[in-house]
Nanobody, 127 residues
Framework: QVQLVESGGGLVQAGGSLRLSCAASGRTFSVYAVGWFRQAPGKEREFVGVIRWPGYSTYYGDSVKGRFTISRDNAKNTAYLQMNSLKPEDTAVYYC????????????????????WGQGTQVTVSS
């Protein structure tokens, strides 16, 4: 198990950028897949993207593809979500989640697959 803490959220104008961080405890973070999800008021939690293990390849939801980038620095036990060209519809609470090991692509997009979650960080994009 790892504990996850997100940071970097805030208020930004449309077209701007933000970088979220997900800091993890534990010594085996490098073998965890890290997913990002978001939830807007009144809406279901939405898959944003994942950085998988092994290989650390990335996969993104259609609504953010080409604008968001996930990376990780295992030496710092931290994953990142770089968000560019932000839109008002990106406004949500953003969560990082992690699970040790690997699975098929379908499972990475399902929030139920993950067993470690951060507390979330608010991102607000003004028009």
């Amino acid at each position: 198990q790892v504990q996850l803490v997100e940071s970097g959220g805030g208020l930004v104008q449309a077209g701007g950028s933000l970088r979220l961080s997900c800091a993890a405890s534990g010594r085996t973070f490098s073998v965890y897949a890290v997913g990002w999800f978001r939830q807007a008021p009144g809406k279901e939690r939405e898959f944003v993207g994942v950085i998988r293990w092994p290989g650390y390849s990335t996969y993104y939801g259609d609504s953010v593809k080409g604008r968001f980038t996930i990376s990780r620095d295992n030496a710092k036990n931290t994953a990142y979500l770089q968000m560019n060209s932000l839109k008002p519809e990106d406004t949500a609470v953003y969560y990082c989640a992690a699970r040790k090991g690997y699975s098929g692509t379908y499972y990475y997009t399902d929030s139920r697959w993950y067993d470690n979650w951060g507390q979330g960080t608010q991102v607000t994009v003004s028009s």
